[in-house]
């Protein structure tokens, strides 16, 4: 059973902190996404990282694979309360389980003003 | 434009009951899955469909649990005699196509008293 590890499980900051989520994994998967989910609605699908070493920016947000791809880092520089929410790593399957989502159980972040 | 819409939004219903959940996917959307988010599980998978067809449902926790789609579109998640243990958020997702995206609605929350 392929799992993914999430930390820290919770994180409440100031406004305009630095903060870093670590997603890991004994297993290679052969992509990984990140989602956010707010209270009362679904996970909504931030960034998907492909290539081992890969690195992706979303504004105030910066993903990385890791090079052997078991492993991914969300950093978001000069948090906002907007971006409190629950973040969620999740493990896309390879070959004939390539529609299968393994998540992992999430970073709640809360962001103060 | 519409997105994944579940009913009911809520749902409380006594042990031993049985239950029916709905899901509407985005039209258009071949693929249809079901999740369970739940307190220190987070979000694990239950089944998907391609079309009317479930060639995967190896997540399901138990033969109380089923799911049927029809027409290509709607789906319904029933549970058959509700245990506490089945107090969770039942999310839907669908995408175009397996492997695309997936969107998610806003889920069920089911409570078994």
């Known amino acids: 059973t392929q799992l993914l590890e999430q930390s820290p499980q919770f994180l409440s900051i100031q406004e305009g902190e630095n903060l870093t989520v670590y997603c890991n994994s004994s297993?290679?998967?052969?992509?990984l996404q990140w989602y956010r989910q707010e209270p009362g609605e679904g996970p909504v699908l931030l960034v998907t990282?492909?290539?081992?070493?890969e690195v992706k920016k979303l504004k105030r947000l910066t993903f990385q694979f890791g090079d052997a791809r078991k492993d991914s880092s969300l950093h978001i520089t000069a948090a906002q309360p907007g971006d409190t929410g629950l973040y969620l790593c999740a493990g896309v399957g390879s070959g004939g389980s390539n529609y299968k989502l393994t998540f992992g159980k999430g970073t709640l972040l809360t962001v103060n003003p | 434009g519409a997105g994944v819409s579940q009913s009911p939004s809520n749902k409380v219903t006594e042990k031993g009951k049985d239950v029916e959940l709905r899901c509407d996917p985005i039209?258009?959307?071949?693929?249809l899955y079901w999740y369970r988010q739940s307190l220190g599980q987070g979000l694990e998978f239950l089944i998907y469909f391609q079309g009317n067809s479930a060639p995967d449902k190896s997540g399901l926790p138990s033969d109380r649990f089923s799911a049927e789609r029809t027409g290509g579109s709607v789906s319904t998640l029933t549970i058959q005699r509700t245990q506490q243990e089945d107090s969770a958020v039942y999310l839907c997702?669908?995408?175009?196509?397996?492997?695309?995206?997936?969107?998610f609605g806003p889920g069920t929350r089911l409570t078994v008293t």
């Open positions: 297993s290679v998967f052969s992509s």
């Open positions: 997702a669908s995408s175009l196509r397996v492997t695309y995206e997936q969107y």
């Open positions: 039209s258009g959307h071949t693929a």
């Open positions: 990282v492909v290539t081992g070493g």
